[in-house]
């Protein structure tokens, strides 16, 4: 993905052709150029500041528009379904990033609830999973969800039959992991969730859609770190892989390439066709890999704590 300083700023955004296709006047050193894209294209639409916002295209590009996040989406997709499209959560964040800096520290102290674990870490609970602690989900621009849960990580990574054949798929790509996790009935108690990546995640708990099934977890568990590399959440899988139920579970590096890697379900900021995966067992931090190679995944599930 380009720099910000070097990113094109998108001054119009008009349908052309129907609904389909889109072509913006992207400000360039050359001056007002004409740059077109198909809906299919784009990944998300993000608010920047109150009256910015960005297009994220699927193969990582990224431009600010001199619209609201609002206005964008209904140029993109309609009044009607631009709407629809506007999560409660984007709506929250846009309405966090214009606070002035003052407002936003309050805000991220007045919505972090305080918990004590409810089992010794690295405890295998059954029918819940292996204990690793309390976890409070933080936006990608640090905002707090105002919720906190007791997270467990499944007691084995992924596996799925392959069909005809007697040994299991055992690494997958991104797009697969997250088929594989959503298509989970009943496994070690429970079912698996449909979350494209975090920001889908982040959806489901702020609109209280979550329902504590399995998911791809998030690079703060993984690490402890978020997408800019700042340190969030203490009780990660790379301060605990050596503790009670997790001893022993983790993938090494072996002739079967990549299995020592574990997929977390937040997009790198550089490109949104990279993902963050990380190699547990050896303590490494994680770090960024394009979405079709293949890795392992060690599912977790939350519970509402209050």
Known sequence: M???????????????????????????DQGLQPVVFTQDRVDVLVGETEKTSAICLKNGMRATVSLPLEELHTVLYGAKDGAAGLTDLRLYQQKIESMSP???????????????????????????GIYCGVWKPRTREGMSLGKAFNLFAAPQDLRVKIEGKKREKKTFTYP???TAV????????????QYEDEVDLYDAIHSEKY???????TRDI??????????????????????????????????????????SC????????YVFRGYIAAGGDCEGEFKTKKSSVRPVRAELIG
Not at 182 to 193: C, E, I, Q, S, V
Not at 225 to 249: P, S
Not at 266 to 273: A, D, G
């Open 266 to 273: 937040t997009p790198c900021n550089e490109s949104l066709s």
């Open 102 to 128: 003052a407002a936003r520290a309050d805000k991220k102290e007045d919505r972090e609830p305080d918990f004590a674990p409810a089992y010794r870490l690295g405890e295998v609970v059954k029918g819940k």
């Open 211 to 217: 329902n504590g099934g399995w998911f791809i977890p």
């Open 222 to 263: 993984i690490d402890g770190r978020n997408c800019f590399d700042e340190a969030q959440h203490m009780h990660n899988f790379k301060a605990l892989r050596n503790v009670r139920g997790l001893v022993r579970t983790w993938q090494r590096e072996t002739l079967f390439r990549n299995a020592e890697y574990y997929w």
């Open 182 to 193: 959503a298509a989970l009935k009943g496994w070690n108690g429970h079912d698996g969730g």
């Open 176 to 178: 697969e992991a997250v």
């Open 2 to 28: 380009e720099d910000s300083k070097k990113r094109p700023v998108i001054k119009g955004v008009s349908k052309v052709r129907g609904v389909a296709t889109f072509c913006a006047l992207a400000a360039k």
